[in-house]
C-alpha cells in the first residue's frame, strides 16, 4: 500500500503507534474468544482502549487513502486497486469504509498469521536440514543472484510445497467453528455424536491435519513431497483446511501464500539460518493466531552477499515506463492518448505474455494502458478507450478466462457497443484446421455485429509457423502502431522494434538457458534398424524432490549440432571467436547487453532448423540479387498457398545456404532466426515402477529435400530428436517436469485400466486384431465403447494431432451409427456437429504434443 511503518529501524522499546494498537486488538479480541458476551460488555476500560486502537488503524488508513488520492500513481498495488476498482457490471466504485475495511483485513490477518506461518516453516527447515537444502537449492537454480520477478515466483514448486507442509502440522488459525444448519431437532454425526440442533462444532485442525489414514503413518513428520503440485491435487475433499471453511474461508490466501513465498525466496537468496539454540524444542504461544514460542535464529549473510547491498535489487525493477531507446515514438507531441486495455483469453499464458508485451510498448510510447483477463472486459468496454483482444482457442472453446465475456457480448442487443474501437489478434495453429482461430473470429464478428469499431485489420499468430511472439511483434510495427498513429492523425514513422546485433572487443561470458533441473542419463539406445525414423529408448534419473506422475511429459531443450552452427557461421559471415552484443527495445528470451560468442548464441540461443514463416520467405524473396532465386522461392510461396503444407518450408538458414541475398545486415538476418524453445516429450514409463526414474521414447526425425531443385538435395533433421539420440550414459539433461492437462487427472487417478493394441507396421500380430491405429482399434471395439459411454464415461485421448482427429471422426460415426440403431433417424451434419460441441467440452479431454 506504499506505506512503510519502519520497525526493524525503530527502537524495540518504541515501535510504531501502529504496532502497538495491533497488539491491542489481537490481546482484546483473544480474552473476549473465551467469555461469555455479556461479561465484555462489562469490561468498560478494556473496551475503551479496544475502541481507541480501532478507531487510530481507521484514521491512518483514511490518511493512506487521502494520501494516495492527492499523489496519484501508476503502481499495480492493492490501494491502487481498492481506490480506482470498478464493478464491471454497475461501474460503481469502493466506498471509503469498504476500502479501510479491506485493508484493516490485509493489514492484520495478512501479518500476524503470514509471520507466523514463516517462522514455523523456519522451525521445520532447520529442524530438516535435507528439506532445507533442497528449497535452498531450488531458489539458488531458478533467482540465483538476480532481483526476484514475478516469472520466478510459478519456477519454486518445492518452496510452496514446504509453506503447504508447514501450514499443514502448524495452521497458524487452528480452529474451525462449524454449525448444522436447517435442523430443527436432535442430529447424529457420523452415526456417532448426537448435536441437541444446531450446536456449534469446533474442529481441531491438528488432528484433522494428521489423520493417519489420509497422510500415512509418517503424519506427524515434516515431508514437503506430499505437496508437490500433483499429489496436492489428489487429497480427499477437506483434508487441508488452513485458510478457513466455506464462505467465510480466507479471502486473501492467495495474497498471503504469494506473500510468504516472496519472503522466503528473499530470505534464502541473501541468508543462511541456523538455531540460536541448537536444543530448541518447539512449543507454541497462542494470541489471535498461534507461533513458535521464544524461538530465535541466527541469521547471517551468505558467502559473496554484501552487507551494504542486501536491499538492493532485492524485487525486480520493472523496465515499463521507461523509454525505449531504439524504438521512434511517433506520438511524443500528441496530446490526449486515447487509454488502452489489453484484454487476454489465455489457459497456458502465451496470450498473456503477448498482452504484457504490448503493454510495455504502450506504456513506451506514453500510452495509459493496463492488461487484463478476457473475462474483465464483460461489461466494462465503452467509448474513448481503444479495447485490444488477443486469445486462443481451445479445441474451439475458449480460454477459462474468457467464456463469461463470449456468453456477455453473444447476448447483446446489435448495436449495442456502437461508438467502442478495438483491435482482435489471434493466436493458433493452423494444423487444427476445424477450430484455426475460431474464438478470435468469434469475437471480431460479434463486436461488429454490436456496432463497435475496428481500427485495424484482425491480426493472427500462427504456431506452426514458428514464433509467436514475433509474429506478434511484427504485427505491431507492420499493423497495430501504423493504425493507431492513424487514429491520433499523426504519421506511421518508424515504428519497428528491430534486434541490434554489434561484433564488440570484449571479453565473452557464457549465457546459458536456466530451464528446468538437471537430470543424469542412465541408459540410451536404438530400439529399431529401421533407416528412416528409427526409434531410441532413454532413461533419466530426476534429481531429488523431482518426482512425476502418471500422464506427465518433460520438456527438453535442445542444442544447435557443432555442424549446423558452423554452416550458421559461414551463411552469416562469422567467425566462432567473435564476440556479439545485442540490444532490443521488444521484450526477447535472447540475451541482451552481455558480450558473448557467436557460436554460443547460435548452439544455445537460436533454433537453426524453424521453417521459415511466409513474411520471412516473402522478405528473403524482395532481396534476392538473383532472378532465379527470386523464382525459387516464389514458386516455394505458391506450392505453399496452393497445398496449405507448413512443415516442408526450407529454413531461413537453407534459404541463406541456397541463394543470394543483398542489402540485408547482420542484424535482421539474426532477427528471422527464432528463439530455441523446449519441446514437450510425453514419458513413456510408469512412477509405480520409480517415481524419480523416467523413460522417453521417439523417433528420430529426418525430412528428405523439398520438390524444388534447388533444396532436392537438403535433408533436414529434427534438432530435437537428434540432440537426445545424441546423448550418453552419464550425460546431465535440463528437464523440466511437467503434469498432463487437469482434464485427465480424474484418468490417472483411476484404479483399473484395459490396454488394446494397434500396431502401424506389424499388422499381423494377433494382438491388434488387424488394427493399424487407435482409431481403427476404437471402431473395432465400439460397441463396448458405446456401453461405457452410456453410463456416462469420458474420453481422453494423448497422441499427435492425427489421432485426435481420427479419434474424434469414429466417435461422431459411432454417434450418427447408435441414434439410427435406436430411432431410425438420420442425422445432419449440422446435428451431428452440435452434439460434438457439448460433447468435447463436458466428456472429451485431449492432450496433443
Known amino acids: 500500500m506504499d506505506t512503510r511503518f519502519n520497525s526493524l529501524s525503530r527502537d524495540a522499546d518504541e515501535p510504531h503507534k501502529l504496532v502497538n494498537a495491533l497488539n491491542g486488538i489481537f490481546s482484546e479480541v483473544t480474552v473476549r474468544a473465551a467469555r461469555p458476551a455479556w461479561f465484555t460488555k462489562l469490561q468498560w476500560s478494556a473496551n475503551r482502549k479496544f475502541d481507541e486502537n480501532n478507531a487510530f488503524l481507521r484514521k491512518l488508513a483514511h490518511e493512506v487513502i487521502s494520501h494516495r488520492r492527492a499523489n496519484p500513481s501508476q503502481k499495480k498495488d492493492l490501494l491502487n486497486a481498492l481506490v480506482n476498482g470498478r464493478d464491471p457490471a454497475t461501474g460503481n466504485s469502493l466506498t471509503d469504509d469498504c476500502i479501510i475495511n479491506n485493508m484493516m483485513a490485509f493489514l492484520i490477518a495478512g ?44 519456477k519454486l514448486p518445492y518452496t510452496k510445497a514446504c509453506l503447504r507442509e508447514a501450514l499443514r502440522l502448524q495452521p497458524t488459525v487452528p480452529v474451525l467453528a462449524v454449525k448444522p444448519v436447517d435442523v430443527d431437532g436432535p442430529i447424529v454425526l ?34 514437503p513431497e506430499r505437496m508437490l503440485d500433483r499429489n496436492f491435487a489428489k487429497l480427499p475433499p477437506n483434508a487441508w483446511k488452513p485458510f478457513g471453511n466455506g464462505q467465510r474461508s480466507c ?18 537468496q541473501k541468508f543462511d539460518f541456523s538455531f540460536a539454540d541448537p536444543d530448541y524444542k518447539l512449543t507454541i504461544k497462542q494470541a489471535a493466531s498461534i507461533k513458535p514460542a521464544n524461538f530465535f535464529v541466527h541469521a547471517k549473510l551468505r558467502p559473496g ?10 524485487v525486480h525493477e520493472d523496465t515499463i515506463g521507461k523509454p525505449a531507446p531504439a524504438t521512434e515514438n511517433v506520438f511524443s507531441g500528441v496530446n490526449n492518448l486515447k487509454p488502452i486495455i489489453v484484454y487476454y483469453g489465455s489457459n497456458m499464458g502465451t496470450s498473456m505474455e503477448l498482452a504484457n508485451n504490448l503493454v510495455k ?50 447476448a447483446l442487443s446489435p448495436n449495442s457497443l456502437t461508438g467502442v474501437e478495438f483491435v482482435v489478434f489471434g493466436c493458433g495453429n493452423r494444423e487444427w484446421r476445424d477450430t ?39 504485427w505491431q510495427a507492420s499493423d497495430f502502431w501504423p493504425c493507431v498513429a492513424n487514429l491520433h492523425g ?71 549440432p557443432l555442424e549446423l552452427v558452423k554452416r550458421a557461421l559461414r551463411a552469416l559471415g562469422l567467425k566462432e571467436e567473435d564476440v556479439l552484443e545485442l540490444h532490443s527495445s521488444a521484450s526477447t528470451p535472447l540475451p541482451t547487453g552481455v558480450p558473448l560468442l557467436a557460436k554460443d548464441l547460435l548452439s544455445h540461443h537460436l533454433d537453426l532448423n524453424q521453417p521459415a514463416t511466409v513474411k520471412q520467405l516473402e522478405l528473403l524473396r524482395d532481396h534476392c540479387e538473383v532472378a532465379k532465386d527470386k523464382q525459387a522461392l516464389d514458386s516455394i510461396l505458391e506450392e505453399g498457398n496452393r497445398t496449405n503444407v507448413l512443415t516442408r518450408r526450407p529454413s531461413v538458414l537453407q534459404i541463406l545456404e541456397a541463394v543470394k541475398i543483398g542489402n540485408l545486415p547482420m542484424s535482421t538476418l539474426i532477427g528471422l532466426l527464432p528463439p530455441l524453445k523446449p519441446r514437450p516429450y510425453s514419458i513413456s514409463s510408469s512412477p509405480l515402477s520409480s517415481p524419480s526414474r523416467c523413460t522417453l521414447t521417439w523417433s528420430v526425425l529426418q525430412h528428405p529435400g523439398l520438390s524444388h531443385p534447388r533444396f532436392s538435395q537438403i535433408t533436414t533433421y529434427g534438432l530435437a530428436s537428434n540432440f537426445l539420440s545424441a546423448l550418453k550414459d552419464g550425460d546431465t539433461l535440463s528437464v523440466t517436469v511437467k503434469p498432463s492437462h487437469a482434464a485427465f487427472w480424474p484418468w490417472a487417478l483411476a484404479a483399473r485400466v484395459d490396454i488394446f493394441y494397434a500396431f502401424s507396421q506389424d499388422t499381423k500380430n494377433t494382438e491388434s486384431a488387424g488394427c493399424k491405429y487407435a482409431q481403427d482399434r476404437l471402431l473395432l471395439e465400439r460397441v463396448r465403447v458405446m456401453d461405457l459411454w452410456e453410463q456416462g464415461a469420458r474420453m481422453y485421448v494423448c497422441g499427435s494431432r492425427l489421432v485426435n482427429e481420427g479419434v474424434k471422426e469414429v466417435l461422431k460415426r459411432m454417434y450418427v451409427e447408435g441414434v439410427k440403431k435406436q430411432n431410425g433417424q438420420d442425422l445432419t451434419e449440422a446435428q451431428v456437429e452440435e452434439w460434438w460441441a457439448s460433447t468435447r467440452r463436458d466428456r472429451y479431454a485431449v492432450d496433443v504434443f
Open 305 to 314: 552477499v554484501d552487507a551494504l547491498s542486501t536491499n538492493q535489487g532485492v
Open 436 to 474: 484455426f482461430q475460431r474464438i478470435p473470429n468469434l469475437i471480431f464478428a460479434l463486436l461488429e455485429k454490436q456496432g463497435a469499431i475496428s481500427i485495424a485489420a484482425k491480426g493472427s499468430a500462427d504456431a506452426a509457423e514458428g514464433d509467436v511472439l514475433a509474429q506478434f511483434v511484427t
Open 490 to 560: 499523426v504519421a506511421p514513422g518508424t515504428t519497428d522494434e528491430a534486434l541490434r546485433v554489434a561484433v564488440v572487443h570484449h571479453k565473452p561470458t557464457f549465457q546459458p538457458i536456466q530451464t528446468g533441473v538437471s537430470a543424469i542419463v542412465k541408459k540410451v539406445y536404438r530400439l529399431t534398424d529401421d533407416r528412416v525414423r528409427p526409434k531410441y529408448h532413454l532413461e533419466l534419473e530426476l534429481p531429488e524432490g523431482h518426482n512425476y506422475e502418471v500422464g506427465g511429459y518433460l520438456e527438453i531443450l535442445p542444442r544447435n
Open 361 to 410: 510498448s504502450a506504456i513506451q510510447r506514453g500510452f495509459q494502458c493496463t492488461a487484463a483477463a478476457l473475462d474483465e472486459a464483460t461489461g466494462s468496454l465503452r467509448p474513448g478507450v481503444l479495447s485490444v483482444f488477443i486469445s486462443s482457442s481451445y479445441d474451439g472453446q475458449p480460454t477459462n478466462n474468457g467464456a463469461k465475456f463470449i456468453d456477455w457480448i453473444s
Open 190 to 223: 457420523g452415526h456417532k455424536w448426537e448435536l441437541d440442533g444446531p450446536q456449534t462444532i469446533l474442529i481441531l485442525l491438528h488432528h484433522l491435519h494428521r489423520d493417519a489414514s489420509v497422510w500415512g503413518e509418517n503424519a506427524q513428520d515434516f515431508n
Open 111 to 154: 501479518s500476524e498469521t503470514t509471520g507466523n506461518l514463516l517462522a514455523f516453516l523456519l522451525y521445520y527447515l532447520l529442524a530438516n536440514p535435507k528439506a532445507y537444502a533442497t528449497l535452498r537449492e531450488e531458489i539458488d537454480r531458478v533467482v540465483g543472484g538476480d532481483p526476484l520477478a514475478p516469472e520466478h515466483l510459478n
Open 251 to 268: 479471502i486473501g490466501n492467495e495474497f498471503a501464500f504469494q506473500e510468504a513465498t516472496i519472503a522466503v525466496a528473499l530470505l534464502f
